[in-house]
């Protein structure tokens, strides 16, 4: 669960955060009508009573489990599993790096935190997109901090809805913990995101076989920052070991490790810590690596949400590149181990990334961007227009 813990070890001045003000509650109309809607927050996820559609969503998913792989049993304790290959047939191997060598899939675990406003103005004023995992829990806690990443052209993916241990779930809370979770952010940004990431990376067939039912792309990582550790642990991790982490990373492109394919690296936008940690090494990865890229630019996936009519830059699309050195660099390939889902894009034609790499902020379900709307705000009351109504959309197979 996010914290507001700052490492002693770090300038807090890479972060000026005003905490009293950044992580005032706030009530959000959209976001407070719908609550009944959905779980308890930062508690495990389960049906909702009464809700019909996701009951019959449920069902399907179920019966696609049950034929699926009937040989998955609950974990029931949180021990994990970490195997990122599936062993039963037809489900897709889970992405852990990029097409394109020496490319760095960026992204941040976690969030929204509502401390969040300098890192993510550091990532604009670098002209820099990354791939958010968002929390459910925290989506409904800082609606108009998920809604930064709209627009300012990050790419959204769930990171379920109460960062629990998913293999020891059971089946219809598995479900609940995305499906919840993609609600709240299709309620609070106006896009349903059709990727996520396991918390811990725990994830085995059963956990796959629900995402893949819901079209969901299981994304993981190659090699883990371990900067959500900081401070935990007998003995403690320190940030010394998280900075060899990152430049172990960056060796890895100088030895040639990268050059076939590109990397993911776990990182966090989980406290003021990781993110400071993101900034001190942000110039040194883009050094390193010819490109940091959200993972749907990575993959060429230039309608990475269930909107098909919202376009995304492609790889030679997403600036923020640094030199390249790659004489494969624009090559990247679209037949990456996408999950094959027969709603994902619809009939709606691909068009390329802008050449400029901006990319336009997406109008929200609640009609207004976050930055507008926040200079509004009260610490304890904004008056929001009425949230639209949320896409209902076939994402079953
Ligand atoms: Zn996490």
Partial sequence: MPTKSLNPDHPLSLLPVDASTECSHYSYPPVTNAKSQFPTIWEIASLVSGDSEAQAALELVQAKVNATVPDVRVKGTPNGDFCTTPKHPNLPTDIIDLPEPRSFGIGFDDGPNCSHNAFYEFLRENDQR??????????????????????????ICL??????????????????????????????????????????????????????????????????????????????????????????????VNNGTYNERGTIMLTHELNNFTMSEAIKWYPMLKAAFSKLVPIASAYNLTHPY????????????????????????????????????????????????????????????????????????????????????????????
Avoid at 137 to 143: A, C, E, G, L
Avoid at 337 to 359: D, E, L, R
Wanted: charged share 10%; aromatic share 8%.
């Fill in 130 to 155: 990354a791939t958010m995992f968002y929390i459910g829990s925290n989506v409904m806690d800082w609606p108009l901090q998920a809604q930064d990443a709209i627009t300012d052209g990050h790419e």
């Fill in 159 to 252: 990171h379920t809805w109460s960062h629990n241990y998913m293999t020891a779930l059971t089946t219809e809370q598995a479900f609940a913990e995305l499906w919840y979770t993609r609600k709240a952010i299709t309620l609070v940004t106006g896009v349903t995101p059709l990727c996520w990431r396991p918390p811990f990376g725990d994830i085995d067939d059963r956990i796959r076989t629900i995402a893949q039912a819901l079209n969901l792309t299981s994304i993981l990582w190659q090699s883990d920052s371990d900067d959500w550790r900081i401070n935990t642990g007998t003995p403690p991790v320190t940030s010394a070991q998280i900075d060899a982490n990152y430049q172990n990373i960056i060796n890895g």
């Fill in 306 to 397: 269930a909107e098909g009519n919202i376009s995304y830059p492609d790889f030679n699309g997403n600036s923020a590149a640094a030199a390249s050195s790659s004489s494969t660099s624009g090559s990247a390939s679209v037949t990456g181990p996408i999950a094959t889902g027969s709603t994902k894009t619809g009939a709606v034609s691909v068009t390329s990334g802008s050449s400029t790499g901006s990319v336009k902020p997406v109008q929200t379900a609640a009609g207004a961007t976050s930055a507008a709307l926040r200079s509004t705000l009260t610490s304890m009351q904004v008056v929001g227009p009425a949230v639209g109504a949320v896409v209902g959309l076939s994402l079953l197979w």
